[in-house]
């Protein structure tokens, strides 16, 4: 997966800066969670932060435009605080835009070069923009003020297996689960560092693993059943292949594997499998409303 958070990847969900309006967000193994900024009491007394306040009700009603000008005018408001870059930058990015967003996230990065939160949400920004070296120094660079951000390792792991810096993403991905052993994406990805690796039978366990925190997730299932089938095992691998498709079909499509981070072997492995007569009928056709599960 992406963030996870990895995606969809996508790709920022709906923010919750305060804790008033804080709420779980959905996501696969690949999707990117944002990031929570922490508001001193002198910017709570002003104006722009109501005018924020307001930005992130309109974001939990899905308003997005209306959020944005918002965020823009608390923006103009109060441009020394970094709450109001913050949000904007997210908002951006939540938009599509994302090169706005990271030019608003470095603004707020100038004001707070030490906030974990601003440092964390920037790295997935130049994630989300493809420089995955960008990605990695930010990401570091919040967990040197910040080491207890499972979503942050997560993240850095991916950005490492963009680079195929397999190790490194590894060691990342096993400090995430360390910090929330029920963060099944972060296992499941280890397995997708450990088929480009040609390490079959770690990735198959590792994906198994990940099954045994969520039984219903459909991409550890799916991969599970590649790998099994690259393998031979074609009456376990077809059957499995089924039930994966059954809960997501989105995960027949070639396209919407490569965005879950899903390498070359596998996916070449994968394209293999959806040829099989019993497999084929079944990709191919995006689901409308896809299953979803929440980890972290």
Not at 186 to 207: F, Q, R
Not at 209 to 222: F, G, R, S, Y
Not at 233 to 247: F, M, S, Y
Request: negative net charge; hydrophobic residues 40%.
């Amino acid at each position: 997966m992406k963030n996870k958070v990895l995606s969809r990847h996508y790709l920022l969900s709906i923010i919750a800066c305060f804790s008033i309006f804080s709420f779980t967000p959905s996501l696969k193994a690949q999707a990117l969670l944002p990031y929570t900024p922490e508001l001193n009491s002198e910017f709570l007394d002003s104006y722009g932060s109501q005018l924020l306040q307001d930005a992130i009700q309109l974001m939990r009603f899905r308003e997005f435009e209306m959020a944005l000008s918002r965020a823009k005018l608390a923006v103009q408001l109060s441009p020394s605080h970094y709450e109001p870059w913050f949000i904007l930058g997210t908002l951006n990015i939540q938009a599509g835009e994302i090169n706005a967003g990271v030019k608003a996230l470095q603004e707020a990065k100038k004001i707070a070069p030490e906030d974990s939160s601003v440092l964390f949400s920037l790295g997935n920004s130049y994630f989300q923009l493809g420089d995955y070296e960008s990605a990695v120094k930010e990401l570091q660079a919040g967990l040197k003020f910040n080491q207890e951000m499972p979503q942050a390792y997560f993240d850095l792991g991916n950005a490492y297996f963009k680079l195929t810096q397999y190790p490194e993403a590894t060691a990342s991905y096993q400090k995430a689960f360390k910090l929330e052993k029920e963060f099944w994406p972060a296992i499941n990805n280890m397995g997708l560092v450990e088929y480009e690796k040609g390490e079959v039978n770690k990735a198959i366990e590792s994906w198994r693993k990940a099954l045994t925190i969520d039984q219903n997730q459909a991409e550890p299932m799916l991969a599970i059943a590649v790998g099994l089938y690259h393998q031979g095992k074609k009456p376990e691998a077809i059957q499995l292949g089924k039930e994966a498709l059954k809960i997501d079909n989105n995960y027949g499509d070639l396209d919407f594997l490569k965005e879950n981070l899903w390498g070359e072997k596998l996916l070449a492995d994968s394209a293999k499998f959806f040829q099989n007569p019993e497999i084929k009928p079944l990709v191919g056709k995006k689901s409308s409303s896809p299953k979803e599960s929440n980890s972290q």
